[in-house]
């Protein structure tokens, strides 16, 4: 080995993030099937039930698609909290937290058969997820405590604070045995719009777009990026990195607890601790795993989205719906191996006196 | 005679105590030597769930904390690879040996959720009512003790050994151990695996004595509070421990609060722990002023220009 040396590549791919997602994908699958062959089952066959259940249908597409719209929101929130270098591990907590505020908001006003009641309610829930974060961005941004586990304790707070609702002033009588907060009125379901397909999926496109121009198109991006990426350079352009750092992460928070409400409106149709089954961890997979591009989060999110369909549906033929976790876990690894060779080429030692 | 109340709430921060305690030091030394490992959480999981597993089938505690221990380690190795030996970024890697870590376990330990362990790691000396100070130290089992012994080895080895010492160089200047020759892959890979074998033996602990049964997500965010308590610890291992006591101290005064006449609601009582660590490390963080005691190459990956 002592012969070869590491040297970093001058120009990568432009597509090299791509390229290696798919390789991580294609190892991932490799990974599952021999998972899936332990346990006596044949691969083939247990990926093609997921594929046809997952997306073979108008209905089985738009389970999926409506599973994309939690993994998309709170993903790009982790992307926008990325412009300033910080990390989001506490999207699972705005998701609950965006579907609390929600409910509070609801609970407290009197309802109304109006698009933008329904538009209040989700506003309700952004600014539920951007409370979640404040004491992690403002303690960052003040006194510098680490977020990441700032924000990963909350999510452990978010959901003892659910589970206290649920179980006490919230708890719906009707529901016995199932710990849960009364339903909300039909009146403010969000409208399907083909299938299954809830018209949350257009809001995630909208949030996608915005997301998208915030990050690569706005000057607050831009400003952003400069302060996640030198303090020096931030100072002498005259850019307040704390402001930065504090403003993304309340807008992050936010696109998180907005996943919350929409899964309230137009999947749970009330508080319960089904509000988000991971889904801010998956985040921040495909967060990770698309270089925190929006356009890539939007693609990799309907992806996981109905791998996490395959999954759920595999579980009636015995097989354990966290094969599509593991193989979601494992697609990163194996990108993050793939980029290497992207990054990096090994040479032979030249030998120069 | 002390009051048997106290008895019993010594007993439990102990065991809450081991449990974080372990598993931080694991983190510390993978910290020092300039690798992050956010995936504590997950190898806790791994360690407990294999463990557990071994002994069911085997019936040989002995075996299951090996086990545990190793299959622990060997999955912190994917940590090391990629971070390593691929340089890549290790919060990303890290965060994602814990998702991996803990589907991957409730995979394997599908089939042994709720089935009960014959064997149990028992006290070291048998005490049958202890009520003394004394006796609680002494009616701990082997994890416990072992413990300590890991606490003293550790920063024995830190402070006095020539490889802690070069451990603790490359954590902080990597261009200069570098060109002292040290083996910073090496270094590096090895103390990311005995952090991992450190999370495996306080899974074990877990699952052989601590609870002890196998169920989904029972690492309730431990491995998070390990880290945090690393950054209590200003990474030095006493101090680590000492952090590790008052946490330990915090979960189990928890559900005992309403015995000594507070008014609290069990799920209000069950997040108090997370609560009390965000206001620790804020604290912390204020008093501190900046200097923590961080490694101060931690997190960056090393790569040698060739010229």
């Not at chain 1, 993903?75 to 990325?82: A, D, P, R, T």
């Not at chain 2, 190795?77 to 970024?89: G, N, P, R, Y």
Request: proline share 2%.
């Amino acid at each position: 080995m002592n012969n070869y040396i590491l040297s970093k590549k001058l120009f990568r791919n432009e597509l090299s993030t791509f390229y290696s997602f798919l390789i991580g994908f294609i190892i991932a699958l490799f990974v599952g099937s021999l998972i899936l062959l332990i346990q006596d089952k044949n691969p083939i066959d247990v990926f093609s039930l997921m594929l046809k259940l997952s997306v073979g249908s108008i209905n089985s597409l738009s389970n999926s698609l409506n599973k994309a719209i939690p993994l998309i929101l709170a993903g790009l929130g982790i992307s926008i909290i990325n412009s300033v270098r910080l990390w989001n591990i506490g999207a699972e907590g705005q998701i609950f937290m965006g579907a609390l505020a929600l409910n509070f908001f609801y609970i407290n006003s009197s309802i109304q058969n109006s698009a933008l009641y329904i538009f209040l309610l989700l506003t309700a829930s952004f600014i539920g997820g951007s409370i979640c974060i404040l004491i992690p961005a403002l303690t960052k941004v003040l006194f510098g405590v680490n977020e990441i586990i700032t924000t990963l304790l909350t999510n452990y707070i978010v959901f003892g604070l659910t589970i206290y609702l649920i179980n006490g002033v919230w708890k719906d009588p009707a529901s016995l045995n199932f710990p849960a907060a009364a339903y909300v009125s039909e009146l403010v379901y969000l409208p399907i719009i083909v299938g299954k397909l809830s018209s949350g999926f257009l809001i995630c496109i909208i949030f996608t777009l915005l997301a998208f121009y915030i990050k690569d198109k706005s000057v607050f991006g831009y400003e952003m990026r400069i302060a996640g990426g030198s303090e020096l350079t931030a100072i002498y352009a005259g850019i307040s990195a704390k402001q930065k750092a504090f403003l993304a992460m309340l807008i992050g928070g936010g696109f998180a607890g907005l996943a919350g409400g929409i899964e309230l409106l137009s999947q749970t149709h009330r508080v319960s601790t089904g509000i988000s089954q991971g889904f801010g961890y998956t985040a921040i997979i495909v967060a990770a795993i698309t270089g925190m591009r929006p356009l890539g989060i939007f693609l990799v999110g309907c992806l996981f989205g109905a791998l996490t369909i395959g999954g759920s549906v595999i579980q009636t033929i015995g097989v354990s719906s966290y094969i599509a976790e593991i193989i979601q876990a494992t697609t990163l690894f194996g990108a993050l191996v793939a980029q290497f060779f992207f990054s990096y080429e090994i040479k032979k030692k030249v030998e120069n006196g | 005679m002390v009051d048997i109340q106290f008895i019993g709430l010594l007993n439990a921060t102990l065991q809450a105590a081991t449990l974080l305690f372990i598993a931080a030091l694991g983190e510390l030394i993978t910290e020092k030597s300039g690798i992050l490992n956010l995936g504590v959480e997950g190898m806790i999981s791994i360690g407990a769930v294999s463990g557990f597993i071994a002994a069911i089938n085997t019936g040989s505690l002995f075996f299951a904390i090996i086990i545990g221990v190793l299959s622990a380690s060997v999955f912190a190795s994917i940590h090391a690879f990629v971070t390593v030996v691929l340089k890549q970024d290790q919060t990303v890697s890290g965060l994602i040996l814990t998702i991996l870590g803990l589907s991957l376990s409730s995979l394997i330990g599908k089939k042994y959720v709720g089935k009960k362990l014959d064997v149990k790691l028992e006290s070291v000396v048998n005490i049958a009512e202890p009520d003394s100070i004394l006796d609680i130290f002494l009616s701990q089992n082997i994890i416990f003790y072992l413990g300590i012994l890991l606490m003293v080895a550790t920063a024995y080895v830190l402070k006095r050994t020539m490889f802690g010492r070069r451990l603790e160089a490359i954590g902080e200047d990597l261009k200069s151990s570098d060109s002292m020759g040290l083996k910073i892959a090496k270094t590096q890979f090895i103390a990311t695996c005995v952090g991992g074998a450190f999370a495996g033996l306080s899974g074990v602990y877990l699952t052989l004595s601590y609870v002890p049964y196998w169920t989904d997500g029972m690492t309730a965010g431990r491995g998070w509070i390990a880290l945090a308590l690393v950054i209590f610890g200003g990474w030095k291992p006493y101090r680590t421990a000492f952090g590790a006591l008052l946490f330990g101290f915090l979960e189990a005064l928890g559900p005992r609060l309403q015995t000594y006449g507070f008014e609290m609601s069990p799920y209000i009582v069950k997040i108090t722990p997370y609560i009390i660590t965000i206001l620790v490390l804020i604290l912390l963080t204020i008093f501190k002023n900046g200097d923590t005691g961080a490694p101060r190459n931690i997190g960056i990956p090393f790569f040698r220009e060739n010229r």
